[in-house]
């Protein structure tokens, strides 16, 4: 049987493992994927740093065992600065490839094999 | 409340609303005005209450503000001591002649360039004055938003393609401080940086891994900040890639990793944290070293001035970093003082960068012989000020600085390898400054035409005027000096830290299931164990 903190560490693992990934691609878009993946990471992390509980309510007097509320206070505000930033990287990502014709990082391939209009494979 | 009382808060909160009013001004042409009035005032009177934040943490007393009048473990507090009065001080002394020289036209380049300066202010101050690490955080986030808009400021090909590299590093270290800071609550249970520091030397050995490798995640986080090596091969791109304005501005932004870097692993982590204790003290002085070696060779080889002066950043950021990475009172006093100079020094001469750009036409900002500048004899003669600082020649604050940081290191075991660097990075630095000097004034080609108009005096005032502030650090070194020394030793005693903060010197957790006394303060994170003096409520997870 696996224990609930077996599952969370791996899957919190997992994410991360294929977040790096995605932000070692060359593309921005990928790149935008893979903060977005460590963001649900790290928020999950800090939402368990409260202790896994079961039937526990973060309110004193509402239950015989408290779960830990400050958390999950600051796993709120972590989502929002997080959806805050996604946004605005995907604009500055989405106006870096109008502006370069290109949607790899580093601009253009020197080759030119970018055509503007059209976004290159995954490479 | 008098306002007074509410000191604290108010260099956080005059920035904030002075944004949403310049939103709401806007900045369509006809209303430039207004708005370049509105955000110098209020740059202004910020200034006014950093002074008097400055006078007031003079006398030794700690400015605890607790907002929303929650008692400090459990709310958030703003503290005012020395140290943080200082960088508040250095802020508004920075941003005034910064937004000058902006309201010369670079502001009107892009939208809502106040506003935005306004927040970037916002989340410094905010930095400065939090006394609680995800506070920190909260705040470092306010200081970066505003930051990736200010870099794409004025938009172009070469300011899109970094800033996307720029805010993709910049979100992937708010990931790790996410879970540094995660790390850190799990083992200790409080975020207040005062009761962090009673905490920490309880934390036992063995649990005491998590709590240092949250630590030392932070340390990187803070490093990236900073540009401490390895991390700062993304500066020099950047701040070159940004206008001259932002630059400049940009150049406090490091000094914030500095100053985290100071308030976590100097004090909370310092020499009395227990198991943890002087936790990153092996790291930090090999890599101040190889920060300040990197930079200077870094600027050796730069192509254009403003990434020459970005990595001289670089190296200044690493003479302040060995100052506190030798851990001890009079070093953090002469990194303190080296700081105050070295941004100002910094500022000014990326405005600098930005003003002869402008008057050599083709040639620009790249360090190859081009058109007369115009004003040869007026920008040379700053040029020569600001290199003279940075390189620490006497009897600029720069050899004040360095003369203290060499005393402080004398009694240190790496007394050889500090001054072997110092002192190599001082003559590095001069000659990097003075072959970019001969290219842009000696080697002018006198065959082409004069690339640009004269800068009229309300465009090159403000370098002067963050040149003059460089040299009036050096008149005025004594009061300097003796408030730099009072801010390190008020840093390290922890113990009126806390009594101001929370009250008393006992350690209180904010963890509301754990007893007092449930064998040792803390328990690894995902083994939850219900502590002794409760029914063992945690039911069996399916």
Same mark, same amino acid.
């Given at each position: 049987?696996?224990?609930?903190?077996?599952?969370?560490?791996?899957?919190?693992?997992?994410?991360?493992?294929?977040?790096?990934?995605?932000?070692?691609?060359?593309?921005?878009?990928?790149?935008?994927?893979?903060?977005?993946?460590?963001?649900?990471?790290?928020?999950?992390?800090?939402?368990?740093?409260?202790?896994?509980?079961?039937?526990?309510?973060?309110?004193?007097?509402?239950?015989?065992?408290?779960?830990?509320?400050?958390?999950?206070?600051?796993?709120?505000?972590?989502?929002?600065?997080?959806?805050?930033?996604?946004?605005?990287?995907?604009?500055?990502?989405?106006?870096?490839?109008?502006?370069?014709?290109?949607?790899?990082?580093?601009?253009?391939?020197?080759?030119?094999?970018?055509?503007?209009?059209?976004?290159?494979?995954?490479? | 409340?008098?306002?007074?009382?509410?000191?604290?808060?108010?260099?956080?909160?005059?920035?904030?609303?002075?944004?949403?009013?310049?939103?709401?001004?806007?900045?369509?042409?006809?209303?430039?005005?207004?708005?370049?009035?509105?955000?110098?005032?209020?740059?202004?009177?910020?200034?006014?209450?950093?002074?008097?934040?400055?006078?007031?943490a003079?006398?030794g007393t700690l400015?605890?503000?607790?907002?929303?009048?929650?008692?400090?473990?459990?709310?958030?507090?703003?503290?005012?001591d020395r140290l943080a009065?200082?960088?508040?001080?250095?802020?508004?002394?920075?941003?005034?002649?910064?937004?000058?020289?902006?309201?010369?036209?670079?502001?009107?380049?892009?939208?809502?360039?106040?506003?935005?300066?306004?927040?970037?202010?916002?989340?410094?101050?905010?930095?400065?004055?939090?006394?609680?690490?995800?506070?920190?955080?909260?705040?470092?986030?306010?200081?970066?938003?505003?930051?990736?808009?200010?870099?794409?400021?004025?938009?172009?090909?070469?300011?899109?393609?970094?800033?996307?590299?720029?805010?993709?590093?910049?979100?992937?270290?708010?990931?790790?401080?996410?879970? $540094?800071?995660?790390?850190?609550?799990?083992?200790? $249970?409080?975020?207040?940086?005062?009761?962090?520091?009673?905490?920490?030397?309880?934390?036992?050995?063995?649990?005491?891994?998590?709590?240092?490798?949250?630590?030392?995640?932070?340390?990187?986080?803070? $490093?990236?900040?900073?540009?401490?090596?390895?991390?700062?091969?993304?500066?020099?791109?950047?701040?070159?890639?940004?206008?001259?304005?932002?630059?400049?501005?940009?150049?406090?932004?490091?000094?914030?990793?500095?100053?985290?870097?100071?308030?976590?692993?100097?004090v909370?982590?310092?020499?009395?944290?227990?198991?943890?204790?002087?936790?990153?003290?092996?790291?930090?002085?090999?890599?101040?070293?190889?920060?300040?070696?990197?930079?200077?060779?870094?600027?050796?080889?730069?192509?254009?001035?403003?990434?020459?002066?970005?990595?001289?950043?670089?190296?200044?950021?690493?003479?302040?970093?060995?100052?506190?990475?030798?851990?001890?009172a009079?070093?953090w006093?002469?990194?303190?003082?080296?700081?105050?100079?070295?941004?100002?020094?910094?500022?000014?001469?990326?405005?600098?960068?930005?003003?002869?750009?402008?008057?050599?036409?083709?040639?620009?900002?790249?360090?190859?012989?081009?058109?007369?500048?115009?004003?040869?004899?007026?920008?040379?003669?700053?040029?020569?000020?600001?290199?003279?600082?940075?390189?620490?020649?006497?009897?600029?604050? $720069?050899?004040?600085?360095?003369?203290?940081?060499?005393?402080?290191?004398?009694?240190?075991?790496?007394?050889?390898?500090?001054?072997?660097?110092?002192?190599?990075?001082?003559?590095?630095?001069?000659?990097?400054?003075?072959?970019?000097?001969?290219?842009?004034?000696?080697?002018?080609?006198?065959?082409?035409?004069?690339?640009?108009?004269?800068?009229?005096?309300?465009?090159?005032?403000?370098?002067?005027?963050?040149?003059?502030?460089?040299?009036?650090?050096?008149?005025?070194?004594?009061?300097?000096?003796?408030y730099t020394a009072a801010a390190a030793v008020q840093l390290q005693d922890r113990?009126a830290y806390?009594?101001a903060?929370?009250?008393?010197?006992?350690?209180?957790?904010?963890?509301?299931?754990?007893?007092?006394?449930?064998?040792?303060?803390?328990?690894?994170?995902?083994?939850?164990?219900?502590?002794?003096?409760?029914?063992?409520?945690?039911?069996?997870?399916?």
């Amino acid at each position: 049987m696996l224990s609930m903190e077996f599952l969370f560490a791996s899957g919190i693992g997992f994410v991360t493992a294929a977040g790096v990934y995605l932000l070692l691609r060359a593309r921005s878009f990928p790149v935008v994927l893979g903060l977005t993946l460590l963001g649900y990471a790290v928020n999950v992390f800090i939402f368990i740093t409260g202790r896994l509980w079961l039937g526990a309510a973060p309110i004193v007097g509402s239950s015989p065992a408290l779960a830990d509320p400050l958390p999950q206070a600051l796993v709120l505000t972590a989502i929002v600065i997080g959806f805050a930033t996604t946004g605005f990287v995907i604009e500055l990502a989405l106006r870096g490839r109008h502006e370069q014709g290109s949607d790899h990082v580093d601009g253009a391939p020197a080759d030119g094999a970018a055509t503007p209009g059209e976004a290159g494979p995954l490479r | 409340m008098t306002l007074a009382e509410h000191l604290p808060v108010l260099p956080v909160l005059l920035p904030a609303l002075t944004a949403v009013l310049l939103l709401f001004i806007g900045d369509s042409p006809a209303r430039l005005r207004w708005a370049r009035a509105v955000a110098l005032a209020s740059v202004a009177l910020g200034a006014v209450l950093a002074v008097r934040l400055v006078e007031q943490a003079a006398g030794g007393t700690l400015g605890v503000y607790q907002l929303g009048g929650w008692p400090a473990p459990f709310g958030i507090v703003l503290v005012v001591d020395r140290l943080a009065a200082l960088m508040l001080a250095l802020t508004s002394a920075l941003a005034l002649p910064v937004l000058w020289q902006a309201c010369a036209g670079w502001d009107a380049r892009g939208r809502h360039f106040h506003a935005l300066f306004q927040f970037q202010l916002m989340g410094l101050n905010g930095a400065f004055v939090t006394g609680d690490l995800f506070n920190l955080f909260v705040f470092f986030e306010v200081l970066l938003i505003a930051s990736y808009v200010l870099m794409v400021h004025g938009l172009g090909r070469e300011r899109l393609r970094v800033g996307l590299h720029y805010v993709a590093l910049n979100l992937l270290a708010s990931a790790l401080f996410l879970v $540094g800071v995660a790390l850190v609550y799990a083992t200790t $249970g409080t975020l207040n940086l005062a009761d962090l520091a009673l905490r920490v030397p309880l934390v036992p050995a063995p649990e005491a891994a998590l709590l240092q490798a949250g630590a030392l995640l932070l340390l990187v986080v803070f $490093g990236f900040k900073a540009a401490l090596v390895p991390l700062s091969m993304w500066l020099p791109a950047t701040y070159a890639a940004a206008s001259a304005p932002v630059a400049a501005l940009f150049a406090i932004m490091t000094k914030v990793g500095v100053y985290a870097i100071l308030r976590v692993h100097g004090v909370v982590f310092g020499a009395d944290a227990g198991a943890s204790a002087l936790l990153v003290q092996p790291l930090l002085l090999p890599l101040a070293l190889a920060t300040c070696v990197v930079g200077v060779v870094g600027a050796l080889a730069a192509a254009t001035l403003p990434r020459l002066v970005a990595w001289l950043t670089v190296a200044s950021v690493g003479s302040i970093l060995v100052a506190l990475g030798l851990f001890g009172a009079a070093a953090w006093s002469a990194g303190l003082y080296y700081l105050l100079h070295s941004t100002l020094v910094v500022a000014a001469l990326f405005l600098l960068a930005g003003l002869v750009a402008a008057q050599r036409g083709e040639a620009g900002d790249t360090l190859v012989p081009g058109p007369r500048v115009a004003q040869p004899a007026l920008l040379g003669g700053l040029l020569v000020l600001g290199a003279a600082s940075v390189t620490g020649l006497p009897p600029l604050p $720069g050899f004040i600085g360095k003369l203290m940081l060499l005393q402080a290191a004398s009694q240190h075991g790496a007394a050889v390898a500090v001054w072997t660097v110092v002192l190599g990075v001082g003559l590095l630095t001069l000659v990097v400054l003075a072959r970019a000097g001969s290219i842009v004034f000696w080697a002018a080609r006198a065959d082409l035409p004069a690339g640009g108009a004269p800068a009229s005096w309300c465009a090159w005032a403000p370098t002067a005027l963050l040149l003059g502030a460089g040299v009036a650090l050096s008149v005025f070194a004594a009061p300097a000096q003796r408030y730099t020394a009072a801010a390190a030793v008020q840093l390290q005693d922890r113990a009126a830290y806390a009594r101001a903060v929370l009250g008393g010197e006992r350690a209180q957790s904010t963890r509301p299931f754990r007893a007092p006394a449930a064998s040792g303060p803390v328990s690894p994170p995902l083994a939850a164990s219900a502590p002794d003096s409760l029914p063992p409520t945690r039911p069996a997870l399916p």
